[in-house]
């Protein structure tokens, strides 16, 4: 019987103490610092904040998969990541405090001072605990690893050995013999006294009546499925664990094994969210959509009437969008152009800032209203230009958001008709659902011409996708619509 490993952040249980524990400390060592040498939990305000913290560290555990791979990281990345862990708790704490207005006796250096400190210890504490676990693995083979033999091809097995016994990753196993499928030449060029084996009977016997906990086949993309050997060491009762040579590849992007009806599949993707976070993502995307809906209400009232006496017509502009993975919505924002402006665009295409179909941008767009009002320089100030330069027509949108067809963030929908002209790999931009922000915007969107380019920023939002990055890109985004940048 296969005894499973733990999942996510209760495989790291040593590392979440050690981290709990620290920032409690480190929450101590201010409050001794700065307010007195004294007991600070006896202090209703202390106390109440420390546990705070406490939950807030079990949140980002939970949600945001912070110590994935934390024991084969290096230690420029564990210094990040610490770092990232840090802002996420810090984050959170801080918005939980404004949220319940009991924020007046907030310290920023008592708070710098926290997490500051914390950061330094953590990395240190991490390194140790590391290095505690690497010398663990190191030990003899009784040390209580697993035995593993390895099936594989001639060819391959140099690299694959190479990998599996790297001694700057940890692992909790030893290879106890390997077994080729081929004939080919075997130069493993390596120090090592494991026994190699041709498959066949001999093979078998050894294993059978050896210390054998688990078999890893890694098949080479050019052998036929080994379905016999498989169900002779299946019937031995040995856990397997089975690999193809193309599953490891970066092309196949992150991989899963799910079922489909009563099949098991395997599944890839260019990106696998854990469920925690899309959770959090949705609970940030409700809260923002409710702000953002009051604020759309209270700015429909003044914004109304100026789009309504200079063209006739709806306040709001509906048009079909496509969201994610091609299906169609209706998208809301504060009308900024005339009636007739869809049936002009063809007559402006040639003024694409573009230069191709699949999007559609010019400076001096005389389909905006109020865009023939000139300024002394010359630039268009009609109420059209004043909602896009402040970004105020996209609004609405945390309707949509409300709803659920789209996101905070995420890649800007097309339309239809732009969507009819995308070639195959455009298509990923839209696998994620669609945001009234994303990494585009916030990269100078008015200064990026070129379309591949867009999906470029797009697919890079999409492979490394984190509740981290979200929050950054919101933060980005609010400062670039301060300082009117980006939005033509």
Request: charged share 35%.
């Given at each position: 019987m296969y005894k499973r490993s733990l999942k996510d952040w209760f495989k790291h249980l040593d590392f979440i103490v050690i981290d709990i524990v620290l920032l409690q400390l480190c929450f101590n060592i201010s409050y001794w610092i700065l307010v007195k040498f004294a007991n600070m939990y006896k202090v209703d305000y202390y106390r109440h904040r420390a546990v705070l913290l406490l939950l807030c560290q079990i949140v980002v555990a939970f949600f945001a998969s912070t110590y994935k791979n934390i024991i084969r990281r290096k230690r420029s990345d564990e210094f990040f990541s610490v770092i990232k862990y840090s802002l996420n708790v810090a984050f959170i704490y801080m918005a939980t405090i404004l949220s319940i207005g009991r924020s007046s006796r907030f310290s920023i250096w008592f708070f710098l001072l926290t997490f500051g400190s914390f950061i330094i210890l953590a990395f240190v504490l991490h390194q140790l605990n590391k290095r505690r676990l690497f010398r663990k693995s190191s030990d003899g083979i009784n040390g209580g690893k697993r035995s593993i033999v390895l099936f594989t091809s001639s060819g391959l097995v140099k690299r694959v050995l190479g990998e599996l016994t790297d001694n700057s990753t940890y692992h909790d196993y030893f290879i106890s013999g390997i077994v080729l499928f081929d004939d080919g030449e075997i130069d493993l060029n390596l120090d090592t006294e494991i026994p190699v084996f041709r498959n066949g009977e001999e093979a078998l016997q050894r294993i059978a009546r050896g210390w054998v906990d688990e078999i890893l086949v890694y098949q080479p993309d050019d052998m036929r499925y080994p379905k016999e050997t498989i169900d002779t060491l299946m019937d031995m009762g040995i856990v397997i664990h089975y690999s193809l040579d193309a599953f490891n590849s970066s092309e196949w992007g992150k991989i899963d094994i799910e079922k489909v009806g009563n099949y098991k599949v395997l599944t890839n993707s260019l990106n696998m969210a854990p469920i925690g976070q899309l959770i959090l993502k949705r609970i940030m995307d409700i809260i923002g959509s409710v702000i953002g809906s009051i604020f759309t209400l209270l700015l429909t009232f003044i914004i109304g009437p100026l789009i309504y006496f200079t063209d006739k017509g709806p306040i709001f502009f509906v048009q079909e969008r496509i969201g994610k993975n091609g299906k169609v919505f209706k998208m809301f924002k504060f009308r900024t152009m005339y009636m007739d402006a869809e049936e002009r665009k063809k007559d402006l295409m040639q003024h694409n800032e573009f230069g191709s179909d699949f999007m559609f941008k010019m400076d001096d767009d005389p389909r905006i209203l109020g865009s023939?009002?000139?300024n002394k320089k010359g630039e268009p100030k009609g109420i059209g230009n004043f909602l896009r330069n402040t970004s105020i027509d996209e609004f609405p949108q945390f309707f949509n958001v409300l709803i659920g067809n789209m996101s905070l963030v995420g890649t800007r929908p097309p339309t239809l008709d732009e969507w009819k002209r995308y070639d195959l790999h455009h298509r990923a931009r839209m696998s994620v659902k669609?945001?009234?922000?994303?990494?585009?915007?916030?990269?100078?969107?008015?200064?990026?011409?070129?379309?591949?380019?867009?999906?470029r920023l797009d697919k890079e939002y999409i492979e490394n996708w984190s509740i981290f990055l979200d929050i950054k890109i919101l933060i980005k985004t609010v400062l670039v619509v301060l300082k009117h940048e980006g939005a033509k």
């Open positions: 023939e009002k000139k669609p945001g009234i922000t994303g990494m585009w915007q916030v990269s100078g969107r008015s200064d990026i011409k070129d379309f591949e380019e867009v999906v």
